[in-house]
């Protein structure tokens, strides 16, 4: 496909649905080639079948990014097929159930392997394909949340940790020509999201945008495309949060 992406490799991580699948689609209909990873091999295949569907190319590859060696692994395998990376997205993440909720009694086995998926993950993956990174001067994507803001449970340190963690990384990758941005999303339908809270609770944070209508997976995919075209191309060292505005509110889940 033709598109203003043409001829450029993006790797989406957590790509198997949601956000990532979002950007994928995004980037793949502007003509990228995609790199997609996940634990969930099925959902791949599905994100993949999509992206070909529109006549798109895209590689799966199932990854758990909680684990160095298979990161370690997986990049040699990017770089293996692909001298040049245009756009790194670390979008996966543990986002539900237990570390949206907890804090006190989680023990340090769990708070590190939160923190190793969230936080650190992304900066091993973009550190292991930095030589592609820098042949593109390419852009790393680092998938935060609003939840960064109000640090409350496990995730929000997580998230508040990969914040601090894209300024690191800029400061390090920026020698290379490599930018590094992190998006903070507020509640976005995703068939995730929207499982993870009870319905009522789902119809109070919708109810309470400043806009009539709720932000999607697709907004968060738009803002990915804006921060990789030349357009965007000196946004760097930067936490964009995309919430329809209503961090003015102070709403809480
Ligand atoms: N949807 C929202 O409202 C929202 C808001 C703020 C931030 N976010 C962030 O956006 C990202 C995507 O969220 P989503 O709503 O699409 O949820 P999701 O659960 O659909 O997406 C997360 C993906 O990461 C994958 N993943 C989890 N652990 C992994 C591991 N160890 N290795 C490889 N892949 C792994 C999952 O299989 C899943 O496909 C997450 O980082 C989340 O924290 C989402």
């Known amino acids: 496909m033709a598109g203003r992406f043409t001829g450029k490799t993006v790797l989406v991580t957590g790509s198997a649905g949601g956000l990532g699948r979002a950007y994928a689609l995004a980037f793949a209909k502007e003509g990228a080639a995609l790199i997609l990873a996940d634990v969930n091999a099925a959902g791949l295949a599905e994100s993949r079948a999509m992206i070909e569907a529109l006549g798109g190319t895209a590689s799966d590859h199932h990854v758990d990014l909680g684990d160095e060696a298979l990161i370690t692994a997986f990049a040699a395998t990017v770089l293996a097929a692909h001298d040049r990376l245009d756009v790194l997205i670390n979008n996966a993440g543990l986002a539900y159930g237990e570390i949206a909720h907890g804090f006190f009694g989680l023990g340090m086995a769990k708070w590190q392997r939160f923190l190793a998926i969230n936080t650190i993950a992304p900066l091993l993956l973009a550190e292991a394909l930095r ?58 339908e995703t068939e995730a999201s929207r499982a993870s809270l009870p319905e009522a609770t789902y119809q109070r944070v919708k109810g309470m945008q400043l806009l009539k209508r709720q932000g999607t997976a697709e907004d968060i995919a738009n803002l990915g495309i804006f921060l990789a075209s030349d357009e965007g191309s000196f946004i760097n060292n930067e936490i964009i949060i995309m919430d329809g505005g209503n961090q003015l509110r102070g709403w809480r889940i």
């Not at 449970?153 to 990969?162: D, I, N």
Request: proline residues 5%; hydrophobic residues 50%.
């Open 131 to 188: 030589p592609a990174l820098a042949a593109a001067e390419g852009l790393v994507i680092n998938q935060s949340s609003m939840a960064s803001y109000t640090p409350a449970t496990a995730y929000g340190v997580t998230k508040a940790s990969l914040n601090a963690m894209t300024f690191g990384m800029a400061t390090q990758l920026g020698a290379d020509g490599i930018r590094v941005v992190a998006i903070a999303p507020g509640l976005m």
